[in-house]
């Protein structure tokens, strides 16, 4: 009687099981295909330590797994992609940082054109740009006497967050007197 709480006994790694963990998983998260296989894949050497031994059988299941999840709706890497895209556009995000973002988490490059061909489009990007300078003040958004003296500084800011040169300058330049 030392121990307060209880033992957690030692999951028997099966289908059945790795099955359980994937839906709990994406009933908190949406993921993408290949970071549904990676969790899986980790999820699996928690429990065995060592992958080595049954990576065959393991891999099979993870496929049978993500094949009946994708048939079901749970999984769609089109559907994850537009959401992600979408909200890093209302945070400002660039297109191309948009881009790299999808590519960094697993997306094929099918999806990223589609995805960014449905909304590649200078307003949205001009936008974006915007709702960047206000959050850091830059240009329109400084002190009326700061602006000329920080405009490079300000176009650099711009450019660092991946926009092109045009739309920096647009942005940074806009409402002169």
Known sequence: ??????????QVLSFE????????YLERYAASTNAFKSVLRRKVIRMEGDLEQ????????????????????LLNDNL??????????RRGTSLKMIKAKLAAKGFERD?????????SGEQEELEAAFLVARRKRLGPYREKEERKANRNRDLGVLAKAGFP??????????FET
């Open 80 to 89: 994850v992609a537009e959401n992600l895209c979408s909200s890093l556009l």
């Open 54 to 73: 049954r990576s065959v059988e393991v891999d099979k299941w993870i496929g049978e797994i993500v094949s009946r999840f994708t048939k079901a709706g």
């Open 165 to 174: 040169y045009s739309i920096s300058k647009q942005v940074i330049d806009s």
């Open 1 to 10: 009687m030392d121990r307060i709480g209880y033992a957690v006994p030692k």
């Open 17 to 24: 099981t790795l099955r359980k963990a994937g839906l709990r």
């Open 111 to 119: 999806i990223i054109s589609r995805v960014l061909g449905d909304i």
